[in-house]
């Protein structure tokens, strides 16, 4: 992947918003190799999203101030290319650009998923991009967020034999078939058809009815080998 994703705090770097504002928006002839692995964005409160264009030594606004389109506070960024990205937030906050985080739009989602908290996204190719967050929430789309389809909530016992829809943190295709999901719960959710639906296994080594456990982030490498970080 081309991009990190960081949780932080009020990120109130204001100097630099008119520079950025002045800077034309940077296309696929602009970009070369090393700028794929130097560029990092970085998502948090208010609505805020920064970038480094030199992996890491200096920092820009590309989301802040007066420029923002939300404050929501913003908990996902990922890339599929230097120039294609989405956030996601809370209250139901996706964003997108296609051109490296110069200028950003807001996805208009299905109204029931209008309020709900969102965490994690994956842009398996600049069209497919996979959406999670609470109440078990799985969103997509095919066309690059003009629409999103809601699928049928993740769904797993609790203590007491009683189906919940705990809060989805994070995701991850390995092709346009096969994901992983993983988020507040002792489990982790496969998918085999795109996301349609998705089956639980129980955490290996970990009580099904741990009350603690909490899988906040999910990655994948080329080999489709995959790690899981979080709580618990």
Not at 5 to 23: H, K, P, T
Not at 126 to 155: F, K, M, R
Not at 162 to 188: E, K, Q
Not at 200 to 209: H, I, K, Y
């Amino acid at each position: 992947s081309s991009s990190h994703a960081v949780g932080c705090g009020l990120l109130l770097l204001l100097a630099v918003q008119l520079a950025a504002g002045l800077q034309a928006p940077p296309t696929e002839d602009d970009i070369t190799d090393s700028d794929r692995y130097a560029w990092i964005y970085v998502v948090g409160a208010q609505g805020n999203i920064i970038k480094s264009s030199d992996a890491g030594r200096t920092w820009k606004c590309s989301h802040c101030g007066l420029k923002r389109l939300v404050t929501s506070t913003l908990n996902d960024v990922h890339f599929h290319t230097a120039l294609v990205g989405f956030v996601v937030g809370d209250r139901g906050v996706v964003l997108k650009t296609v051109n490296g985080g110069a200028n950003w739009v807001k996805a208009d989602l299905p109204e029931a998923s209008r309020d709900i908290n969102l965490y994690g996204v994956h842009v398996f190719r600049p069209l497919i991009v996979h959406v999670v967050g609470e109440h078990g929430s799985v969103l997509s789309t095919d066309n690059g967020g003009d629409t999103w389809s809601v699928a049928a909530p993740v769904q797993v016992p609790n203590i007491t034999g009683f189906l919940i829809s705990p809060t989805l943190r994070s995701l991850r295709f390995s092709d346009s078939s096969n994901g992983v999901l993983v988020g507040d719960a002792n489990f982790w959710w496969e998918t085999e058809d795109g996301g349609e639906s998705w089956a639980a296994t129980n955490l290996s080594g970990v009580p099904w009815d741990h009350p603690d456990t909490s899988l906040r982030h999910l990655s994948i490498d080329q080999r489709a080998n995959m790690v899981a970080v979080g709580l618990g």
